[in-house]
């Protein structure tokens, strides 16, 4: 069964510095995509970047970047340089391609300081 | 291009009243699904359609829960009777069923549900 798990349920990072999220995930499925969602205080699930498992080169959308380690099952957020409206929480997801169902991880919860 | 809609963005009510939430997909799209999220559960997936049709409701907790897609640009989620348990935001998301992984979910803003 697909499971996506995000072990840190709270994180600080200093305004401007960069931050990784983990995530790592379990299929069985060799096609799959994975995805992180930012979801801030005022409640709306934002898409904020994908990455197919064929994919060889790492996702990146501004200052996101995916580290993607297919090895070893794990999809990292990477945000550079983050900004106070960073804060927020972020969760983790996968689908297998073709599939119906998007598996979500419970979730990291990020504090940008000033 | 408007993003996925809902309506109510939040709903008060009485323990035993019926609720009613409504969701607007993206033109186009051809999945549909319907998200509550609470502290102690996350997000859960309740329930999907696929071309208007009911896939899989084995998310929905009890029968006090149904869930509509009378077209490709409108379903409801209801619940009746509500209950306290049941307050928690909902999510309706859709996405185009091309088969790629591309097809990105995207989400509505959600209802925010609160039984007293």
């Known amino acids: 069964a697909q499971k996506i798990t995000q072990t840190q349920p709270g994180m600080f990072v200093q305004e401007k510095e960069a931050v990784t999220l983990d995530c790592t995930y379990d299929t069985s499925d060799q096609s799959y995509g994975l995805f992180w969602y930012k979801q801030p205080s005022s409640g709306e699930m934002i898409f904020l970047i994908y990455q197919g498992s064929y994919d060889e080169q790492n996702a990146t959308e501004g200052r996101y970047s995916l580290n993607f380690q297919k090895a070893r099952k794990s999809a990292n957020l990477v945000i550079s340089a983050s900004q106070l409206g960073d804060s927020a929480m972020y969760f983790c997801?996968?689908?297998?391609?073709?599939?119906?169902?998007?598996?979500f991880g419970a979730g990291t919860r990020l504090f940008v300081k000033a | 291009d408007a993003g996925v809609i809902q309506s109510p963005r939040h709903e008060v009510t009485e323990m035993g009243q019926e609720v009613t939430l409504r969701c607007k997909p993206i033109?186009?799209?051809?999945?549909l699904f319907w998200y509550r999220q609470t502290m102690m559960r996350g997000l859960e997936l309740l329930i999907y359609?696929?071309?208007?049709?009911?896939?899989?409701d084995s998310g929905m907790p009890e029968d006090r829960f149904s869930a509509k897609m009378p077209n490709a640009s409108f379903s409801t989620l209801k619940i009746q009777p509500s209950e306290p348990r049941d307050s928690a935001v909902y999510f309706c998301a859709s996405r185009l069923g091309s088969g790629s992984w591309v097809d990105t979910q995207y989400f509505g803003p959600g209802t925010r549900l609160t039984v007293l």
């Open positions: 997801a996968m689908r297998e391609v073709g599939g119906f169902k998007t598996i």
């Open positions: 359609f696929n071309n208007n049709v009911p896939i899989d």
């Open positions: 033109s186009g799209h051809d999945y």
